[in-house]
């Protein structure tokens, strides 16, 4: 029988997984049977997991004083860990608020350009979510923010790198918002949080006194899959989440799921020691420069583009062209409005968007 095969990322252009770093690739491999989860059987792992947090934290700010406020930053080690993905650090943050609030009927408020992983939080936790209109360039709008936000709100959630048009939120407003309303503030950057330590927008702890925060080495981190990362500012936010474990060595767990793969863990700690911080700013840098090229290619055939932010690039495409491409092996999604997204992930060359362009320039 033939052995099956993976897809090539050729064509792929929509997605936010790309390929993983050859370093992390060999360290996966080397930890696939480590389960973090139970960290006094599988210590070694459990040492990389606090590497891997370390180093999540070094990007994020936690080991940086913050430019207002108090008593933003730390000076303790970081909390957090390596979850499944984004999805799961979402729900955490969530539950973790949930945990450390006490109000009858909690809400969660987000502008509508945050991930879905938050609708699924809201149905698991059993707290209602808010979704709030974004402003005229899909970016939380901080006075319908303020406006959905009230005695029950337990978490006002900022995107730093929406999904769909790579926006980055207002975050130290939406942090004020938060805490002006005794609620704590979440920041997802599943997928900027790699790119934008190169970039001049005020997303992380050292900025503002974020509590908790969703930055995925899976992603623009070029770990293996499943590398997700959960960082919150106190010790209070994992505190929240951990649970008694009586079988196991190890006696509590603050993570979702029970066996975790340390393959994800291993993975990200290598990819990190391969790319931080040099790596990534290259990356980031030929990412940008791609987006804003291909935009303007885009732009001279006479198609509307988004503005670029982070390297996502929005086009308008009618739909028998989108789903001419689409039949030409194209992997490409819309966005809830209908527009076709390219994301600049590694893989996506500039020769792939020439031999896209030239597709483009057949169908339509
Ligand atoms: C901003 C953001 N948050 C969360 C997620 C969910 O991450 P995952 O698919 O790893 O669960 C994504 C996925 O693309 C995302 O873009």
Known sequence: MQRAAPQTFERV???????????????AERFLATNPGDPATYAEVNKLERRAVDGLARLAGLDRPASRGSDVGSTESPHGYVTSGGTEANIQAVRSARNRSDVTDPNVVAPESAHFSFTKAAEVLGVELRTVPTDGDHRADVDAVSAAV????????GVAGTTEYGRVDPIPELVDLAHDADAYCHVDAAWGGFLLPFTDHEWHFGH???DSMTIDPHKCGRAV?????????ESAGMDALAVDTPYLESTSQASLTGTRSG???ASAVAAMDALWPDGYRREYERADRLARWFADELRGRGFDVADVELPIVVVDLEDPT??????DGWRLSRTGDGLARVVMMPHVTR??????????????
């Open 208 to 210: 503002a006194p974020v």
């Open 225 to 233: 899959i499943p590398a997700g990362g959960l960082l919150f500012r």
């Open 351 to 364: 020769g792939m968007l020439r031999a896209f362009l030239a597709d483009l320039d057949a169908v339509r």
């Open 150 to 157: 009230d005695d029950e709100t337990i978490l006002v959630v």
């Open 13 to 27: 252009l929509s997605s936010m997984c790309t390929e993983p770093h050859p370093d992390a690739r060999e360290a």
């Open 263 to 265: 393959a994800g863990v």
């Open 322 to 327: 989108f789903r001419a491409l689409r039949d």
